[in-house]
Every structure is written in structure tokens, then in C-alpha cells.
């Protein structure tokens, strides 16, 4: 079993930055895939972007641009640095690992406004 513990959401005005941060704890295997997933209200869950064990990164083109995703191998943590937000941003962003199966995190609320 993995458990992923999302933080760092919170309320940002529009051209702000934010930091998220995926903290994944149990059996992992070394060679793993972790992502960054985003739902707004009466949308269904979209892709940003994910990261593989070797520091590979790939992302949605929405936000190609503006956000980052690096990881901490070491602690099993990935981050998703978002810059320039735009109110379009705001969903609750969810992060997942695929290790052996694929699980999720709960969320983190990430709202742009002014």
C-alpha cells in the first residue's frame, strides 16, 4: 500500500505563485511515476503533469509554460511549482503515484482570484 499526502494549496491572486508538495510513504518501488492531476468544479479531472524516477517530466500543454515538477527522491516527494496563475487554475489538485498500482491523494484546494 502507498499513502500520498498533498499540501500547500491555499488562495492566490491571479499572477501569484504556489508550491504544492506530494509527500508518498510505503512500499514504493524504486522505479516509479508520479503525477499531478487537476478537477475545477463540473469539470472531470484533468492531467498537468508527472515526473518519473529519473527526473523525466512531461506536462498538459495549459500549462507547459508556467509550472514545474521536480521530486526528492530521497523522500519520496514530488512538487509542483505554479507561476503566473490564472483564475482558470483554481481546482482541487489531486497528485497519484503509479508503483506497483496506481493510487491517489486526497486533494488540495487551489483557488486564483483577486
Known amino acids: 500500500q502507498v499513502q500520498l499526502v498533498e499540501s500547500g494549496g491555499g488562495l492566490v491572486q491571479p499572477g501569484g505563485s504556489l508550491r504544492l508538495s506530494c509527500a508518498a510513504s510505503?512500499?514504493?518501488?524504486?522505479?516509479?511515476?508520479m503525477g499531478w492531476y487537476r478537477q475545477a468544479p463540473g469539470k472531470q479531472r484533468e492531467f498537468v503533469g508527472n515526473?518519473?524516477?529519473?527526473?523525466?517530466?512531461s506536462y498538459a500543454g495549459s500549462v507547459k509554460a508556467r509550472f514545474t515538477i521536480s521530486r526528492d527522491n530521497a523522500n519520496n516527494t514530488a512538487y509542483l511549482h505554479m507561476n503566473s496563475l490564472k483564475p482558470e487554475d483554481t481546482a482541487v489538485y489531486y497528485c497519484?503515484?503509479?508503483?506497483?498500482?496506481?493510487?491517489w491523494g486526497q486533494g488540495t484546494q487551489v483557488t486564483v482570484s483577486s
Open positions: 497519484n503515484i503509479y508503483s506497483g498500482g496506481l493510487y
Open positions: 510505503g512500499s514504493i518501488f524504486s522505479i516509479n511515476t
Open positions: 515526473i518519473n524516477s529519473g527526473g523525466r517530466t
